[in-house]
Structures are given as C-alpha cells and as structure tokens.
C-alpha cells in the first residue's frame, strides 16, 4: 500500500488511506525518518524555530507530531548555514518529531516589502534590517536542505486575492517551472519535497496546476493561494476542483489553514495536514478556542469565572486553572497567561484533528462533521 515504493528521495510514504462512506475523508499514516505520523493532522507553527511559548517537553506532551518553520526567517535570521553547523533544525530546536519547512514564497509576498518577482526569482527588502534579498527555488531548497526539515516545500508564488485572470494564470506558469526547478535543486535524500498547487480562485488554473504538477511526480502536494481572504466557499469551491486531481496515495496539505469549520470542510474534501497561525495568534490576546466558538477569556464576564476554559478539555491549562486565574494574569501581563492559552488552543486543535480520524475510522464522520458545525458559532 505504500505506493511511494521505488520512489527516489522520497520518504513521506502514505500508506493506503481508509475511506469513510463520504468521497473525500480518509485517515492515513505519514512515513517520516522522524517517525509515522496519524492524519488528518495539525502542525502547530514555529516560524523562527519555536512554537511561541510552549517548550518541546508541552508540544510532546499534548500529541503534536510535525512543526512548522519559516525558511524565510531563518534564512534572513540566524542564517541557514549557522542551522546547518548545529546540527539542523532538529537538533537546534531539540525537536525529535517531524519539521516541515515553508519555502519562504509566501513570507516573501506577505512580509518583506516586495521588490521585485522575475522568472528567476523574487527579490525583496528583509523586514528585519532592511537589506536586500534575493530567494530563488534554487536558493529557497539550498536554504531547507540544510535546515534538515522531513519535509520541504517548492519556492512558489502565493498569488494574492483577488487577481486578475490573466495575472494568475502568468503566476501559476512560473510556479510550476519553479516547482521543476525545486525538484533539480532537491539532492537530499530521506528528506520529501512536496509541490504546491496554486490557481488564484480559477477553476481552470487549479486544474492545469495540479495536473502540470502531479506529471512531474511529487511525494506530496501543498495546496496553496488559499486562506489569503477569499470568502470559504470559494476556498471550498478550488477544494473541489483540485483534490481529486491530486493522488490518493499521497498527503494533500492545505496551507495556513485553520480555523475548526475550515478544517472538518477539508478533511471531507480529502486534505490530510494543516497548519495555522490562528491558535498561537489569538491565545497572545487572551482567545481562547472551544467546540462552542471563541471564548475571550480576558472578558470581565470571567473575573470571577472558577471553571476552567473547557471542563471537558485534557489539557495543561483546563486540568489545573480556572478562568478567573488565566484573566488575572492576561490583565496583569503574566506570561505564564499567555503560556496557558496557548497551551489550550494547540491542544484543541491536535485534539480536534485526533478526533476526525477517530470518526473516519470508525465510518461516522459525517455525523461527526454535522454535530461539530450545528455547535460551532463562527
Ligand atoms: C508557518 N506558516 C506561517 C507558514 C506556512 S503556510 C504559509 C502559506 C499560507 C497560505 N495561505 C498560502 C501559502 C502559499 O500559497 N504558498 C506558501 N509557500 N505558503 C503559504
Ligand atoms: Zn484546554
């Protein structure tokens, strides 16, 4: 069933997936050199080789199984090369489960102040002094081999939203010379490099990426363009356009996706792994996530508040804390608040994706699917 057998380069195997009655969901195994992993799957994010706030020991403990880092930032910050002479990323970060590395296409488009975009590459201003940079899917997949990551992604553009036709389809174009040009740069083995499908919000382009870029025989594929501020059923719209081009046998990942609607609409159309900001994000500003919605714990609704976030929830900060104690030291600027919410919105999000599986395998998750959305006010 792993059908990456005889496949160079290549050890993001997956093994055969078991569908549920519904087309799409299915709950596989993800061959790693750091481990096999359960999807569907969340990867918390650790743009600059940490998860902001949590240690490696919490990120084990609450079921994480891949990370997310940012080339663009290592790159620009330590360097690349320092990473390397560490040991890699793994060793740096004292991580032993799996990494994915972004390629730094989007980061470039959405922080460095943009200089310019040629077909050789894109360059830009670093945000953090100024200089300037230059990536290219040469440089992009030099950069992530030598953080080490288990899976890497091709140097992309992440067309904005919304983009003129004619503008996309260009962009599209170039990415999948890119996506070839990542994949002769790419000379680590035990290490997987997954394309990403782009396409703007056209149907026809996310066909023509996904074909163009399943015949040149990725181990996995990204999906991206997405999540950048389409309205969701748009998103859901290129979901259904794109999935099914895409190999069952292989690890669809939805990028910068997302909040818990967003993820049980794409387990359904087929996608494997997630990653988001989201939940590190708004627990900096004391937003807690549940099954019922978001909980501003900061509220004075809370002050004296002596549950915990969620009675029903597993996690460090629901075990062991109360409301009114987590608003207490978000008011007063405590770290360890900040610590807690985080600690709660990773665990929500690893346990919701935990429970997706648990309902694929056990051949109910549209009722799952259905009971989660009635509950969940957006
Ligand atoms: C760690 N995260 C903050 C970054 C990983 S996901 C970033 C990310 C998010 C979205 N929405 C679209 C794209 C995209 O089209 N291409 C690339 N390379 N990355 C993307
Ligand atoms: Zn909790």
Redesign the pocket.
Known sequence: TCAFAGQKKVLAAYEEAVKCGYSGARAGRLHTPHGVFDTPMFMP?G?QATVKAVSPRELKEMGAQII?S?TYHLYLRPGTELVAEAGGLHRFMDWDGGILT??G??QVFSLGPLRKITEEGAAFRSHIDGSTQFLSPEIAIKAQMNLGADII?AF?E?IPYPAEYQYAKLSTERTTRWAERSQKAHTRSGQALFA?V?GGMYQDLRRVSANDLVSLDFPGYGI?????GEPKPVMYEMLEQTVPLLPENKPRYL??VGTPDCLVEAVRYGIDMF?C?FPTRVARNGTAMTKSGRLVVKNAAYAKDFLPIDENCGCYACQNFSRAYIRHLLKADEIFGLRLTTIHNLYFLLDFTKKMRQAILEDRFLSFREEFLAQYCK
């Open positions: 994010v743009t997310l940012n972004d390629s296409g989007f992604m992309d992440c990403i782009q991206g363009g997405l999540s950048v990028m910068g990653d900001v």
